[in-house]
């Protein structure tokens, strides 16, 4: 049974720093594409940044240069490094795999996701 599990979010101020992780099991993380979404109260879920197989990365542009996406295929585990917080960057933030449509997944669409995490949350405080 596949599951991700995501973890290290929390609140902060602006400006301050968090690393999100996601677990995966029963699959092997390293032959998927794996992803993280975003979303906030109220507004659609949208695309964060994707890391292919091949180590190929996606950013959506309103995180470009403030978070990086990164996976350790040993552990099987993806992180997500955000620096620079902005209060509008408060959400609930999912991990999300895909393992057919690699290129979806770099494009950050949702529907190309196949499992998704429950998610961990993120406040940020101005």
């Known amino acids: 049974q596949v599951q991700l599990v995501e973890s290290g979010g929390g609140s902060v101020q602006a400006g301050g720093s968090l690393r999100l992780s996601c677990v995966a099991s029963?699959?092997?993380?390293?032959?998927?594409?794996m992803a993280w979404f975003r979303q906030a109260p109220g507004k659609e879920r949208e695309g964060v940044a994707a890391i292919n197989t091949d180590g190929r990365t996606t950013y959506s542009d309103f995180v470009k240069g403030r978070f990086t996406i990164s996976k350790d295929d040993a552990k099987n585990t993806l992180y997500l490094q955000m620096n620079s917080l902005k209060p509008e960057d408060s959400a609930m933030y999912y991990c999300?795999?895909?393992?057919?449509?690699?290129?979806?997944?770099?494009?950050?669409?949702?529907?190309?996701?196949?499992?998704w995490g429950k998610g961990t949350l993120v406040t940020i405080s101005s």
């Open positions: 999300a795999a895909a393992a057919f449509n690699g290129l979806g997944c770099r494009a950050l669409d949702y529907y190309a996701m196949e499992y």
């Open positions: 029963g699959y092997t993380a390293s032959s998927y594409c």
